[in-house]
């Protein structure tokens, strides 16, 4: 390193009077100097050369101008430094402003001999090995872990990391799923590889990592169920291993209808004991309800007509939905899958060549929609019975001319004739099928997909022919009226029919009370049954669906035949009409 960067930068031009007079004096010094020694060795304010190789560190002692300050400066001469003299333009030049005086600096210590420096240590060898030989283990650790855990994998085969279930929705409606999602890609899944206790009919769709287990019927209430997926087998090979998971039902609950003639009606939700019965919605005269898996919708009846009320299974966020014109709706019914309502509608203002009268329409639970009135050939039908479909927003009716049709409202396919009937007595869950009544009197098993039908079998032993028919998973119920010779009721049953014909009777009651209703819970495991009693002494309401003053629910066990409880109160939830007298 050079010392000359030691050296301070003497100013090129004297900036004050003072410094300008000590130049002259210098310079006439220096010239003194010269004429004494000749010019030989004169010194033209330069340090003087040193013969090429002398490294040895000189000093030189600059006193400044300024009389009260000096200052010590590292040099490369070793004799005595001046300024040069000014130059002659610098006595013209105007005085520049005045500054405040700095402080005089330190005398500058003489600096240290550099250190030689030391030279570069070399990379150590055997600290690079070190270095390799700890990644080295760390990348082998990893990759023994990997082949281990691939290893565990295919010693243990797959294995269940994910199950998705809701077990409320199951006990309500049919097509709830079961999907369980294994560690690895599996190999084909077979139907027959599947079971589930207690046994449920099921659908399976199984791909990848994922198999969906879809039970085709609503799950019994408050029951423990078990899915298991038999000799599970990876894509690539490996051990087959056995899927399984469990899951429980919640207790079921229902909703009912109570009317007071000298009060307000109410509709409750209860527990199967009726020992927590909870009020939801009450208003002056309830027609009609019906439940889907979260709202309710609701009939009233009012002087002006009828009123359609949306709400949520707690009776709260009402709202109305539009009617096609003022007049009374009844017959309402719910698809729940669909997300829709239907019902019979008549104009309040109806007379032999105006108004309309016994029309079915269907319209959004949502109310985005405006209510569509069921045509049949272009022409507003009037509808004498119609149910939907379970599980679908297919509704099949009757018109005023015995017509059988389907019309499915999330397509665009039209009305479909399925021949002439009297009466539908219901249909099936995950069947589609319904029982209907032909004008000859059968009654038949219609499949609603191709129209294909069969006669229903009698029971064993055989009631005679029932006066309704309710299907649900397992078999159907059948109310049967036994008759005198001259044709009058002495008694009344509800009976049991298991898919086999075999017939067990549930509720008997004499002439003196009337059954008004059979349906059943949606899995089967349970039947509601309505029994009007004392009937000479039970009066009728004056309601647009007129029913007797005191009715009873009897809810049933289906597979045992034991009576759980007997409530106040009608329409209850689980059927799909209110009942008829």
Same mark, same amino acid.
């Given at each position: 390193?050079?010392?000359?960067? %030691?050296?301070?930068?003497?100013?090129?031009?004297?900036?004050?009077?003072?410094?300008?007079?000590?130049?002259?004096?210098?310079?006439?010094?220096?010239?003194?100097?010269?004429?004494?020694?000749?010019?030989?060795?004169?010194?033209?304010?330069?340090?003087?050369?040193?013969?090429?190789?002398?490294?040895?560190?000189?000093?030189?002692?600059?006193?400044?101008?300024?009389?009260?300050?000096?200052?010590?400066? +590292?040099?490369?001469?070793?004799?005595?430094?001046?300024?040069?003299?000014?130059?002659?333009?610098?006595?013209?030049?105007?005085?520049?402003?005045?500054?405040?005086?700095?402080?005089?600096?330190? @005398?500058?210590?003489?600096?240290?001999? +550099?250190?030689?420096?030391?030279?570069?240590?070399?990379?150590?060898?055997?600290?690079?090995?070190?270095?390799?030989?700890?990644?080295?283990?760390?990348?082998?650790?990893?990759?023994?872990?990997?082949?281990?855990?691939?290893?565990?994998?295919?010693?243990?085969?797959?294995?269940?990391?994910?199950?998705?279930?809701?077990?409320?929705?199951?006990?309500?409606?049919? /097509?709830?799923?079961?999907?369980?999602?294994?560690?690895?890609?599996?190999?084909?899944?077979?139907?027959?590889?599947?079971?589930?206790?207690?046994?449920?009919?099921?659908?399976?769709?199984?791909?990848?990592?994922?198999?969906? &287990?879809?039970?085709?019927?609503?799950?019994?209430?408050?029951?423990?169920?078990?899915?298991?997926?038999?000799?599970?087998?990876?894509?690539?090979?490996?051990?087959?291993?056995?899927?399984?998971?469990?899951?429980?039902?919640?207790?079921?609950?229902?909703?009912?209808?109570?009317?007071?003639?000298?009060?307000?009606?109410?509709?409750?939700?209860?527990?199967?004991?009726?020992?927590?019965?909870?009020?939801?919605?009450?208003?002056?005269?309830?027609?009609?309800?019906?439940?889907?898996?979260?709202?309710?919708?609701?009939?009233?009846?009012?002087?002006?007509?009828?009123?359609?009320?949306?709400?949520?299974?707690?009776?709260? #966020?009402?709202?109305?939905?539009?009617?096609?014109?003022?007049?009374?709706?009844?017959?309402?019914?719910?698809?729940?899958?669909?997300?829709?309502?239907?019902?019979?509608?008549?104009?309040?203002?109806?007379?032999?060549?105006?108004?309309?009268?016994?029309?079915?329409?269907?319209?959004?639970?949502?109310?985005?929609?405006?209510?569509?009135?069921?045509?049949?050939?272009?022409?507003?039908?009037? &509808?004498?019975?119609?149910?939907?479909?379970?599980?679908?927003?297919?509704?099949?009716?009757?018109?005023?001319?015995?017509?059988?049709?389907?019309?499915?409202?999330?397509?665009?396919?039209?009305?479909?004739?399925?021949?002439? +009937?009297?009466?539908?007595?219901?249909?099936?869950?995950?069947?589609?099928?319904?029982?209907? %009544?032909?004008?000859?009197?059968?009654?038949?098993?219609? #499949?609603?997909?191709? /129209?294909?039908?069969?006669?229903?079998?009698?029971?064993?032993?055989?009631?005679?022919?029932?006066?309704?028919?309710?299907?649900?998973? =397992?078999?159907?119920?059948?109310?049967?009226? +036994?008759?005198?010779?001259?044709?009058?009721?002495? =008694?009344?049953?509800?009976?049991?029919?298991?898919?086999?014909?075999?017939?067990?009777?549930?509720?008997?009651?004499?002439?003196?009370?009337?059954?008004?209703?059979?349906?059943?819970? @949606?899995?089967?495991?349970?039947?509601?049954?309505?029994?009007?009693?004392?009937?000479?002494? #039970?009066?009728?309401?004056?309601?647009?669906?007129?029913? @007797?003053?005191?009715?009873?629910?009897?809810?049933?066990?289906?597979?045992? =035949?034991?009576?759980?409880?007997?409530?106040?109160?009608?329409?209850?939830?689980?059927?799909?009409?209110?009942?008829?007298?």
């Amino acid at each position: 390193m050079s010392t000359d960067d %030691e050296h301070p930068e003497v100013p090129a031009a004297p900036r004050t009077r003072a410094e300008m007079r000590a130049a002259r004096e210098a310079e006439a010094a220096a010239a003194s100097a010269s004429n004494d020694d000749g010019g030989a060795d004169r010194d033209d304010t330069r340090p003087a050369a040193r013969p090429k190789g002398d490294e040895r560190p000189t000093r030189s002692t600059f006193v400044p101008p300024d009389a009260d300050s000096t200052t010590t400066f +590292a040099a490369h001469s070793s004799t005595d430094y001046v300024p040069p003299a000014p130059s002659a333009t610098d006595e013209s030049s105007p005085a520049p402003e005045k500054r405040k005086s700095a402080k005089a600096p330190k @005398p500058a210590k003489e600096p240290k001999p +550099a250190k030689e420096p030391k030279p570069a240590k070399e990379p150590s060898a055997p600290r690079d090995r070190r270095f390799l030989l700890a990644l080295g283990a760390v990348l082998g650790i990893l990759v023994l872990v990997g082949a281990g855990l691939g290893a565990v994998s295919l010693t243990q085969g797959p294995r269940i990391t994910e199950v998705q279930v809701n077990p409320t929705e199951a006990i309500e409606t049919s /097509g709830s799923r079961v999907i369980l999602t294994a560690n690895q890609s599996l190999a084909a899944i077979d139907e027959s590889q599947v079971t589930v206790e207690p046994a449920v009919p099921f659908t399976l769709d199984a791909a990848g990592r994922g198999i969906g &287990i879809r039970f085709t019927v609503p799950l019994d209430d408050d029951t423990d169920y078990t899915v298991s997926v038999a000799d599970a087998v990876g894509a690539g090979g490996g051990p087959a291993a056995t899927l399984t998971t469990s899951f429980s039902t919640p207790a079921s609950s229902i909703f009912l209808l109570r009317r007071d003639v000298e009060g307000k009606d109410t509709i409750f939700r209860t527990d199967l004991s009726g020992e927590e019965a909870v009020p939801v919605f009450t208003a002056d005269s309830i027609n009609d309800f019906r439940a889907t898996s979260s709202q309710l919708v609701v009939s009233l009846e009012e002087d002006e007509g009828s009123k359609l009320l949306v709400m949520d299974r707690e009776g709260k #966020n009402q709202r109305e939905l539009p009617l096609p014109g003022v007049g009374y709706v009844g017959a309402i019914q719910v698809s729940d899958r669909g997300g829709l309502v239907g019902y019979s509608y008549s104009d309040k203002e109806l007379s032999d060549t105006e108004g309309r009268a016994s029309v079915l329409v269907t319209q959004s639970l949502s109310g985005d929609d405006e209510p569509v009135v069921t045509e049949v050939g272009g022409k507003e039908a009037n &509808i004498f019975v119609w149910q939907f479909v379970p599980d679908s927003a297919a509704v099949l009716f009757i018109d005023f001319d015995g017509a059988l049709s389907l019309v499915d409202r999330s397509t665009d396919a039209g009305v479909q004739s399925l021949g002439l +009937a009297t009466t539908i007595q219901g249909v099936s869950r995950g069947t589609y099928t319904a029982i209907v %009544e032909r004008l000859d009197g059968s009654v038949v098993e219609l #499949n609603l997909t191709d /129209g294909t039908e069969v006669p229903l079998e009698a029971s064993d032993p055989d009631y005679g022919t029932a006066t309704t028919i309710t299907p649900f998973p =397992g078999g159907t119920l059948r109310h049967v009226v +036994a008759r005198a010779a001259d044709g009058m009721p002495t =008694g009344q049953a509800v009976v049991r029919v298991d898919d086999d014909g075999k017939a067990t009777p549930l509720v008997e009651v004499d002439s003196t009370d009337s059954i008004l209703q059979a349906c059943a819970s @949606p899995s089967g495991q349970y039947a509601a049954v309505v029994i009007a009693p004392d009937l000479a002494d #039970n009066p009728y309401d004056q309601m647009l669906l007129p029913l @007797p003053q005191n009715l009873e629910t009897h809810l049933l066990d289906l597979r045992t =035949g034991d009576e759980v409880v007997a409530l106040t109160g009608f329409d209850a939830s689980w059927c799909q009409t209110a009942p008829q007298f």
